[in-house]
């Protein structure tokens, strides 16, 4: 069992930075594929970086260059830094742990990209 608490949401203008953060505790955090996603209102939840245990990461095309996914495994904590924001990346992010096809999830955290 892994529990995640997501953090760093907020209001910030286009073109700003937030970076969120995902603590986890429970379990042996190093040996987890840990992801970000969001899902808009009205859209479906899509991914937008994950990074697995060995530090390989991806992104959703949207985000390249963008967004970085980075983890600190002594501190159970997960990073998004998102640089560049625009209002197409307003959604509340979610922060996920996975290993053998069972997944845990955050509560959520609202980002909001808005003049």
């Known amino acids: 069992q892994v529990q995640l608490v997501e953090s760093g949401g907020g209001l910030v203008q286009p073109g700003g930075s937030l970076r969120l953060s995902c603590a986890a505790s429970?379990?042996?955090?190093?040996?987890?594929?840990m992801a970000w996603y969001r899902q808009a209102p009205g859209k479906q939840r899509e991914l937008v970086a994950a990074?697995?245990?060995?530090?390989?990461?991806n992104y959703a095309d949207s985000v390249k260059g963008r967004f970085t996914i980075s983890r600190d495994n002594a501190k159970n904590t997960v990073y998004l830094q998102m640089n560049g924001l625009k209002p197409e990346d307003t959604a509340v992010y979610y922060c996920?742990?996975?290993?053998?096809?069972?997944?845990?999830w955050g509560q959520g955290t609202q980002v909001t990209v808005s003049s």
């Open positions: 990074i697995t245990s060995g530090g390989r990461t």
């Open positions: 996920s742990a996975s290993l053998n096809s069972v997944s845990y």
């Open positions: 429970g379990s042996i955090f190093s040996i987890y594929t």
